[in-house]
């Protein structure tokens, strides 16, 4: 079971990004999510989208920014994030739990991808 991020890179600010998150094994059953870490801080939430893709939560650090969605249970799960600005630098994480539904907390994701960098520069 692994999950494979991808889609980050160096992007100016006021620019857009989206990241892309494959997953190899059986996901159809899971809530998917993305966290990022900046550098000297914990990780946090990001955004998270249950697995019949039909509910979904942000961090009210980018509500109205970003959209997180699925076209199906078995498909990659992308996080677009517009309007960026350098406190959107970070590596961004994405996860998977055991269960379909929802959650914000770090520590009820139970599969984790090794991280895509995005960097915005002024």
């Known amino acids: 079971v692994q999950l494979q991020a991808s889609g980050g890179g160096s992007v100016q600010a006021g620019g857009s990004v989206r990241l892309s998150c494959v997953a190899s094994g059986s996901f159809s059953r899971s809530a998917m999510g993305w966290f990022r870490q900046a550098p000297g801080k914990e990780r946090e939430f990001v955004a998270v989208?249950?697995?019949?893709?039909?509910?979904?939560k942000y961090a009210d650090s980018v509500k109205g920014r970003a959209t997180i969605s699925r076209d199906s249970p078995k498909s990659p799960v992308y996080l677009q994030v517009n309007s960026l600005n350098s406190d959107d630098t970070a590596l961004y994480f994405c996860a998977a739990r055991d269960y379909p539904h929802t959650a914000v907390d770090a520590s009820l994701f139970d599969y984790w991808g090794q991280g895509t960098q995005v960097t915005v520069s002024s």
């Open positions: 989208v249950s697995a019949s893709g039909g509910s979904t």
